[in-house]
């Protein structure tokens, strides 16, 4: 079976513009999240859907927004992008009900976004 | 709050030596998940395990085991017998359980380089 996929792999973009990066989970998984990755740091969550229903949102400005399709795939769109903005885009897909106990979280290779 | 702390940031071992990555969380829930994520330089997660509160025994994976101690507040992560493979950023995380609310959120720590030279 594939795993998470996300598009695209890399990303240059200029200041002030808008960004919509895009994920697909693993087949049977209903859940997904979407994390923000600087150099050199871990990863901070940034939203987590199910069943299309936003379900947590980490702390971030209204910038970032996401959904989810009724096919559980994932969008998030960024806008007004800052320098600070640029870092590695991860989504990570996960079988279980989010308020149910915490499943395994698998992750996508990312999307690499430069912000000049 | 959750929070966790990875206090080394870089080891590099030669290779066959054994390693121990650490790692301190801290909750106030009383029911939460540990989590172990390596990170090779192509830049996916790679989940390697995941450990509930109410679970203390320790875990053996071929090289790899893990301690957990909620005395401590530590769920540590030895490599035996290291490899060149297993150079990578290695991250822990916690999500805390049902009283949290209705997500399940990772809170990662900075993440440890691991470097082992043939």
């Known amino acids: 079976d594939a795993g998470v996929t996300q598009s695209p792999t890399h990303l240059i973009k200029t200041r002030g513009q808008h960004v919509t990066l895009r994920c697909s989970p693993i087949?049977?998984?209903?859940?997904v999240s979407w994390y923000q990755q600087v150099l050199g740091q871990g990863p901070q969550f940034i939203f987590q859907?199910?069943?299309?229903?936003?379900?947590g949102r980490g702390n971030f400005p209204d910038r970032f927004s996401a959904r989810q399709f009724p096919n559980y795939s994932s969008e998030l769109n960024v806008n007004a992008l800052l320098l600070g903005d640029s870092a590695l885009y991860l989504c990570a897909s996960s079988w279980g009900v989010p308020d149910r106990g915490t499943y395994e979280q698998y992750f996508g290779p990312g999307t690499r976004l430069t912000v000049t | 709050a959750q929070k966790v702390t990875q206090a080394q940031t870089e080891i590099s071992v030669v290779e066959k030596e054994d390693v121990t990555l650490d790692c301190v969380y801290e909750?106030?829930?009383?029911?939460?998940?540990l989590f172990w994520y390596k990170q090779p330089p192509s830049g996916e997660l790679v989940f390697l395990i995941r450990?509930?509160?109410?679970?203390?025994q320790n875990e053996i994976s071929g090289r790899y085991s893990w301690n957990f101690q909620k005395s401590t507040s530590s769920f540590n992560f030895t490599i035996t017998a290291s490899q060149v493979v297993d150079s990578a950023v290695y991250f822990c995380?916690?999500?805390?359980?049902?009283?949290?609310?209705?997500?399940?959120?990772?809170?990662f720590g900075k993440g440890i380089t691991l470097s082992v030279r043939p």
């Open positions: 909750t106030r829930d009383t029911t939460y998940y």
């Open positions: 087949s049977g998984h209903k859940s």
């Open positions: 995380a916690l999500s805390e359980g049902w009283e949290s609310g209705a997500n399940s959120k990772l809170t």
């Open positions: 450990r509930n509160s109410f679970d203390e």
């Open positions: 859907y199910y069943e299309k229903e936003e379900r």
